[in-house]
């Protein structure tokens, strides 16, 4: 559910008005950093995929048709953009050409180790789920996946972190 003022801001943004879209894009701004991270493992081009992200919904917020699905419709153009730069980064260059950055962000970089440690499938609907706090329907809509695919996907994406963080095998 989205408050008031990001309604507002959604209204504003969609009449064009600069101040109130750079306002909204702010407000999305570390959500859409977690999915874009959650899909490229890497911080430069979770940037890009962001970057990328704001300039096509700027352009194309007049084709948003209900204002009440728009972190959904800017999270399917994020996840699209991370599909992109990721069929790119993967013609061009070796993934072990990579260099970590050097910034040391103890949030980030466990993060990444949790999530590194999943197949992207998993990794997706892991973040979706937690960090963005989206529900199951929601998350089978932005993915084009039926509901029972996310599901079983949550389910076996929470053993895998179980099984490799602590050891558990975890049952039904």
């Keep these: 559910m989205?408050?008031?003022?990001?309604?507002?801001?959604?209204?504003?943004?969609?009449?064009?008005?600069?101040?109130a879209f750079v306002e909204l894009m702010q407000l999305?701004?570390?959500?859409?950093?977690?999915?874009?991270?959650?899909?490229?493992?890497n911080d430069e081009d979770a940037a890009d995929a962001i970057q990328d992200t704001i300039?096509?919904?700027?352009?194309?917020?007049?084709t948003l048709r209900n204002i009440a699905f728009f972190k959904t419709w800017m999270t399917r153009i994020?996840?699209?953009k991370c599909y992109d730069i990721r069929k790119t980064r993967d013609k061009t260059t070796d993934i072990n050409d990579?260099?970590?950055?050097?910034?040391?962000?103890?949030?980030?970089l466990e993060l990444k180790e949790a999530l590194s440690s999943l197949d992207e499938?998993?990794?997706?609907?892991?973040?979706?789920?937690?960090s963005q706090g989206?529900?199951?329907?929601?998350?089978?809509?932005?993915?084009?996946?039926?509901?029972?695919?996310v599901q079983t996907r949550l389910k076996r994406g929470r053993d895998k972190?179980?099984?490799?963080?602590?050891g558990i095998e975890r049952k039904g």
């Design 134 to 149: 989206y529900h199951i329907d929601e998350i089978s809509k932005i993915l084009k996946i039926p509901k029972s695919t």
């Design 78 to 80: 994020l996840i699209n």
């Design 55 to 62: 300039l096509v919904c700027w352009e194309k917020i007049h």
């Design 98 to 108: 990579y260099e970590e950055p050097a910034v040391y962000d103890e949030y980030n």
């Design 28 to 41: 999305q701004m570390k959500d859409m950093y977690r999915v874009a991270l959650a899909i490229l493992m």
């Design 2 to 19: 989205q408050s008031k003022e990001t309604i507002n801001l959604i209204k504003k943004a969609k009449s064009k008005n600069p101040d």
């Design 121 to 130: 499938k998993y990794r997706i609907i892991m973040t979706l789920f937690y």
């Design 161 to 166: 972190l179980a099984k490799n963080y602590y």
